[in-house]
């Protein structure tokens, strides 16, 4: 305990001394824990999205207004027979009408002035929760009623989705990228400064080796001063992403942050990332 309170205080004392370049290993640490901590938040709110919406995924069957009534039977007979339906609707050109108004409040009065109903009828087909994975059974079920008369279109859900959850993926590929060449420069940044203190403390560093001290004794402040420098790099992006995510929720409402282990850990990697820059440079110290 007491080597520690030793390399800790020595440490501090050397940020304080060095606090201009202390301050901008820390705002460069702080920067990619902060930016990391915005993707992790905004990818979990934006994943439980998709997830929502998935859960709610319909398939759509858009009809010709000269639509007859035996055509509209096999369509439901056949939405019926597959089995891949736990509900099913159907929507008149009135109903879709008023469904755009009261979900589009602002552009009712815009419909409202048109001379005839632009919303074609359909069918609305709630999937089965089981049955939304099978994509062979329902790409299937999507050809079969895309050949039926009396339908003009049929739009599944789960087709944008996956295509925006490959822009998701896409996204997390690019936010990695942009993460790890922070990460590399916050550790330059935190070894340029240790090493900093290691040559202005060169006369101090000889006499102690002159008069038999440890390694340990004459590495351990460096290491320790890239932990405080990881450590108050990584509280400060905290400190940062938590007060921008309650601006965010305030004008955009519920909204998730990141669960008490995952800030640990970010905590912890502000701290292990300077403690491998601190650790680099103390092995050079002879």
Not at 57 to 74: G, I, P
Request: positive net charge; contains cysteine; glycine residues 10%.
């Amino acid at each position: 305990m007491h080597a520690l309170r030793y390399f800790f205080a020595e440490a501090a004392a050397s940020l304080w001394r060095g606090r201009g370049a202390s301050a901008l290993a820390i705002l460069t640490i702080a920067t990619g824990i902060f930016v990391l901590g915005f993707f992790l938040v905004a990818n979990a709110n934006f994943q439980r999205v998709v997830d929502r919406w998935s859960e709610s995924a319909e398939l759509s069957v858009y009809l010709h207004d000269s639509v007859t009534a035996e055509q509209l039977a096999r369509i439901d007979e056949m939405a019926a027979a597959s089995g891949l339906a736990a509900r099913r609707e159907y929507l008149s050109k009135a109903q879709a009408l008023a469904r755009f108004q009261t979900d589009f409040p602002d552009l009712a009065a815009t419909a409202g002035t048109l001379g005839d109903n632009p919303f074609p009828a359909s069918f609305e087909l709630q999937l089965r929760s089981d049955v939304r994975e099978a994509t062979g059974a329902v790409d299937g079920l999507v050809a079969a009623l895309s050949a039926l008369a009396g339908v003009s279109d049929v739009r599944y859900d789960r087709q944008w989705l996956t295509r925006l959850n490959t822009v998701v993926r896409g996204g997390r590929l690019v936010a990695l990228g942009i993460v790890a060449m922070l990460v590399l420069a916050a550790a330059m940044t935190v070894g340029n400064v240790v090493r900093m203190t290691a040559a202005a403390r060169r006369d101090e560093i000889e006499i102690m080796q002159l008069v038999g001290a440890p390694f340990a004794y004459v590495r351990g402040p460096f290491v320790a001063e890239g932990i405080l420098q990881g450590g108050l790099g990584a509280v400060l992006a905290l400190a940062a992403l938590t007060g921008s995510f309650y601006l965010v929720r305030a004008r955009f409402g519920p909204l998730t942050f990141l669960p008490v282990p995952m800030v640990a850990v970010l905590l912890a990697g502000g701290m292990l990332l300077g403690c491998v820059a601190g650790y680099v440079v103390a092995r050079r110290v002879r």
